[in-house]
């Protein structure tokens, strides 16, 4: 594996959990006395872990600017919530409400005929938002649109054989009521085999 010294000084992050633990144990890094053995250039590493500590340096200077600035200006340096954020939901208050009841107590409540009616209708309304919310993620990856584009395709395809086939449904219930007037006994079995004979 090469080691890259550039590209972690290129992340800060990364840098001020890596170079401590670099510093820390640098008489022990390597594992040979040079760099035949461990396939290893000590000297290209020591130019990197000094651009590194260089890097750590400047980071440091550029945090401790920013808390200054932040303190001066009454700033935390830790973004905080806005106001309304930490305001509770509806959500919130139905839960703070349920949450006293016991397992019997909510059993109860559950079948209570006005709190049905009124959670399901709420449970199709969340349905449908889920599924307004969704459609367009599920369209916007690979599966999703292959499958859309598949099931676009079927419907295509079956919609006249479907619109056909229901016609002529229609057309066959509308000739037994014709029928079925001139002879009242006559049942819809024995008026499909008469038909399917013409």
């Known amino acids: 594996m090469s080691y890259n010294g550039a590209g972690l000084a290129n992340s800060p992050a990364l840098y001020l959990c890596i ?6 144990n640098e008489n022990n890094f390597y594992i040979g006395s040079d760099s035949l053995s461990t396939g290893v250039d000590i000297d ?6 000094e651009k590194l500590q260089a890097r750590k340096i400047e980071l440091s200077k550029k945090l401790a600017a920013t808390k200054e600035a932040n303190s001066e200006s009454g700033e935390s340096s830790t973004p905080r919530r806005k106001k309304e954020d930490t305001q509770p939901t509806l959500w919130d208050a139905i839960d703070a409400e349920l949450e006293p009841l016991s397992e019997s107590q909510y059993k109860l409540l559950t079948e209570d005929e006005t709190y049905k009616a009124n959670a399901a209708e709420l449970d199709s309304y969340m349905q449908e938002a889920i599924l307004y919310l969704t459609k367009p993620i599920v369209e916007s990856t690979v599966n999703g649109k292959k499958m859309l584009e ?3 395709s079927l419907i295509k395809g079956k919609k006249q054989d479907v619109i056909n086939r229901s016609n002529k449904e229609l057309e066959m219930f509308e000739a037994f009521k014709r029928a079925s007037a001139n002879d009242p006994d006559l049942s819809y079995s024995q008026f499909l085999k008469t038909y399917n004979e013409q």
Not at 44 to 49: M, V
């Open 19 to 24: 170079i401590p633990n670099i510093m820390a």
């Open 44 to 49: 290209s590493l020591a130019k990197d872990i």
């Open 150 to 152: 598949a099931q676009l």
